[in-house]
């Protein structure tokens, strides 16, 4: 009965490196770090080209599609490192609100270049440009949560 409560109060658990379990409010956190974790290993693959539809045209113009693999994927990692040493240095929390708000800004980013660009075109946005206007508020909050929580690490910090 205990096993059964505990995979009832923390989701997806087998999602979680070892140790990091007690921290379950951070599952969304988690999630998002393996989502961008798998995209940039996506677009890391040789000769799948991933973005050579035209709709990626002026990102490509920016990055090309391994630098723009390397970049979310090292953002998810990061990002996971973060959430398991959470707890257990105090500047922890800060790494993760950058990484959050980093990301915000890569599928910001993404959804603003394919929006122009399908307008001009008269395309369908697709579902990039959807997962991104899902996903930008959910880094936004998950950014918001750990500048909280560096907030309250800083303060706990001061009154020792």
């Not at 990002?79 to 929390?93: E, K, M, Q, V």
């Not at 929006?115 to 918001?144: M, Q």
């Amino acid at each position: 009965m205990a096993e059964q409560q505990q995979m009832t109060v923390v989701p997806y658990s087998m999602f979680y490196l070892p140790g990091s379990q007690r921290y379950s409010t951070r599952a969304l956190e988690c999630h998002i770090a393996l989502m961008d974790i798998s995209y940039g290993t996506l677009l890391l693959i040789p000769y799948w080209d991933s973005m050579r539809a035209a709709v990626y045209t002026p990102l490509l113009h920016l990055f090309d599609e391994p630098a723009w693999g390397l970049l979310f994927l090292v953002r998810g990692l990061i990002h996971l490192a973060a959430l398991y040493i959470n707890g257990r240095a105090w500047w922890t929390p800060w790494i993760r609100a950058a990484a959050s708000t980093l990301s915000a800004f890569f599928w910001a980013s993404f959804g603003t270049f394919i929006l122009f660009l399908d307008f001009r075109n008269n395309n369908s946005l697709g579902f990039l440009f959807t997962y991104a206007i899902v996903i930008v508020p959910t880094h936004f909050y998950c950014a918001r949560r750990s500048a909280r929580d560096a907030a309250f690490a800083h303060k706990s910090l001061s009154v020792s």
